[in-house]
């Protein structure tokens, strides 16, 4: 679009006003509107209402508008920035009341205090952060009970100080957030019995843990000291417990899953992660053997199709390796990349997931 000093020129008019109907992004910061009968500019891609063609004017940035009189609009921050990183303000604002509130604030309130409507809101909200306001909410107060079980000697004082309403309210899903109760959570794990045994597989060496909820590690490497020192990294109070020949002997079943993943391991899992990490890995349990899935459609899988960054981020947490497959999680162009226990492990065990009808083709 060409530019005088002032305005945008008359000619360019018709353009500005198509990129202002199709609300285009790619508009923004190329000129602003403003609207005579509010007072306000805003950017192209402004999602408030159509005003009448007749009432807008045009300029080529926002001082411009400025100095004529007008003020800037809310909703499209100024009409500075693109839609989209608006959402990102908007939603960081809305993470930070959330995260300093005693009492969780209503959706209607988040969204009021954003300038969307409640309905809007949670889908942005959910959109980038991969979870809704409330589960964030539990999400945010699970980390702070984590932390003052630490800090304090009351396991009451802590669950209370994190905003939970009584001990019920936090005992109902301690389970699912701790992996052990908050009393041993606040020793480090101490006292909590955690058994492991380290073996050989066909991708090197292999440590299988197992608490009283089930196996809770599966690492691979090359280093049987260095697996044991990751396994005491995660669980650091723990009683750690090997040289059990009985679960000796259970490791095997562990082994010949990994060598041979071609059916669901017949063990119990103890999952442990926060609630955006659970419906990560429920997701990559449900792809099938020899399949894969980029990591952007494994965020439209669980609802948060901007969450590509989060859903490496939780595959790169799994303990639990070839159990919980983050192995099937390739690019975008089938390229394989980043892999916790190492590419050329993920490549190995996409080889030998291959189905025999597509190994026949190649």
């Known amino acids: 679009m060409k530019r005088d000093d002032k305005n945008i020129r008359l000619a360019d008019a018709d353009a500005c006003w198509q990129a202002i109907v199709g609300r285009d992004a790619a508009a923004d910061g190329q000129f602003v509107y403003a609207v005579r009968t509010t007072g306000i500019y805003c950017a192209p891609s402004c999602p408030s209402r159509q005003p009448n063609r007749e009432n807008v004017e045009f300029f080529a940035a926002a001082k411009q508008a400025e100095a004529a009189g007008y003020r800037p609009c809310k909703r499209c921050r100024q009409g500075r920035i693109s839609l989209r990183q608006q959402q990102i303000q908007q ?85 699912a957030s701790l992996g052990m109760t908050p009393s041993a959570y606040r020793a480090g794990g101490k006292g909590t019995a955690v058994w492991f045994a380290v073996g ?21 490497g090359d280093n049987p000291q260095r697996l044991v020192e990751s396994l005491q990294d995660n669980f650091p109070h723990a009683t750690l417990l090997g040289n059990d020949e009985d679960f000796e002997k259970r490791i095997a079943t562990v082994v010949g899953f990994v060598d041979s993943p071609q059916s669901e391991l017949a063990l119990p899992l103890d999952i442990r992660g926060t609630a955006f990490q659970q419906r990560v890995w429920h997701a990559l349990r449900a792809i099938p053997v020899g399949e894969t899935l980029s990591y952007s459609e494994v965020a439209e899988k669980i609802g948060s199709p901007r969450a590509v ?7 790169a947490a799994n303990l639990l390796a070839v159990a919980i497959p983050c192995h099937r999680v390739v690019k975008n162009n089938g390229n394989i990349s980043g892999y916790r226990w190492g590419v050329e492990r993920k490549k190995r065990l996409l080889e030998k997931e291959q189905r025999p009808e597509r190994l026949k083709t190649r």
Do not use: M, W
């Not at 509130?101 to 909200?125: C, I, N, W």
């Not at 960054?309 to 595959?315: E, N």
């Open 200 to 220: 050989r597989c066909s991708l090197g060496d292999i440590l299988v843990a197992e608490s009283p909820r089930g196996i809770c590690a599966i690492l691979l």
């Open 91 to 175: 939603v960081e604002q809305a993470c930070r009341l959330l995260e300093s509130s005693e009492k969780t604030p209503t959706l209607e309130a988040l969204a009021l205090e954003v300038g969307l409507s409640a309905y809007h809101f949670h889908r942005v909200f959910k959109s980038h952060t991969g979870l809704t306001p409330r589960a964030y909410a539990v999400a945010k107060r699970q980390q702070r009970v984590r932390e003052k079980l630490v800090e304090t000697q009351s396991v009451t004082s802590a669950i209370l100080e994190a905003g939970y309403a009584s001990n019920g309210n936090f005992y109902a899903s301690s389970g």
């Open 309 to 315: 960054r989060a859903v490496a981020g939780a595959c």
